[in-house]
């Protein structure tokens, strides 16, 4: 099935550093999303993004909606050992308003 | 207020075998999506299902169906199992007016030998 292309696939970065991902698409999205996921758990929602441009913060992290709408990322600062987890990003197109197309994943490791 | 559950927590199976996965929304949603996370990668949309009925479909074959209740629980069936079903299964529960704001399960994880 089609996959959003998300990069990178992993990183290790030392606690107090900022964190940068994004995440590509050929095709145009109404909504980006961006889950967190850690080991046995479902995926919980970070930051939800509805109009091209925009730019939104919960806490540390940021995300912005490409203005292209093909694109998005997400920003995390000053990291801390809790950040560690798996970072999905995941679209909705126009047409297909019930389905998420989710990304591969950032899996984010943070040494001390 | 209980979150999204699901049951079993884990699963094994032999090929050509079915199986049935059950999830109970969240505390006042009506809405119901199902996802197969195989090792390694994003969530893939299976089907979403509100007022009981099948709303949406991925790539997902006939083998794969589902069912809502009236009190919005869902079941997800899979039959004549291969060895690639093999994934985490999870469950999102939502509102139908609010698609966006999708709360998964902590999901079911299926082996099939």
């Known amino acids: 099935g089609q996959q959003l292309n998300q990069s990178p696939q992993s990183m290790f970065i030392q606690e107090g550093e900022d964190v940068s991902m994004n995440c590509t698409s050929s095709?145009?999205?109404?909504?980006w999303l961006w889950y967190k996921q850690d080991p046995g758990e479902g995926p919980v929602l970070l930051i939800a993004?509805?109009?091209?441009?925009e730019l939104t913060s919960n806490g540390r992290l940021t995300a912005q909606f490409g203005i292209t709408r093909k694109d998005s990322f997400l920003n995390i600062s000053a990291s801390i050992p809790s950040d560690v987890g798996i970072y999905f990003c995941?679209?909705?197109?126009?047409?297909?308003?019930?389905?998420?197309?989710f990304g591969s994943g950032t899996q984010l490791t943070v040494l001390p | 207020d209980a979150g999204v559950t699901q049951s079993p927590t884990h699963l094994i199976k032999t090929r050509g075998q079915q199986v049935t996965l059950r999830c109970s929304p969240k505390?006042?949603?009506?809405?119901v999506s199902w996802y197969q996370q195989a090792l390694g990668q994003g969530p893939q949309f299976i089907f979403q299902?509100?007022?009981?009925?099948?709303?949406q479909r991925g790539n997902f074959p006939d083998r794969f169906s589902g069912h809502q209740f009236p009190n919005y629980s869902s079941e997800l069936n899979v039959n004549a199992l291969l060895l690639g079903d093999s994934a985490l299964y999870l469950c999102?529960?939502?509102?139908?007016?609010?698609?966006?704001?999708?709360?998964f399960g902590p999901g079911t994880r299926l082996l099939v030998l």
């Open positions: 999102a529960s939502s509102l139908a007016a609010a698609q966006e704001t999708q709360y």
């Open positions: 095709s145009i999205f109404n909504t």
């Open positions: 993004l509805y109009k091209a441009g």
């Open positions: 995941a679209g909705r197109k126009s047409g297909s308003a019930r389905q998420l197309t």
């Open positions: 505390s006042g949603h009506d809405t």
């Open positions: 299902y509100y007022e009981e009925e099948e709303r």
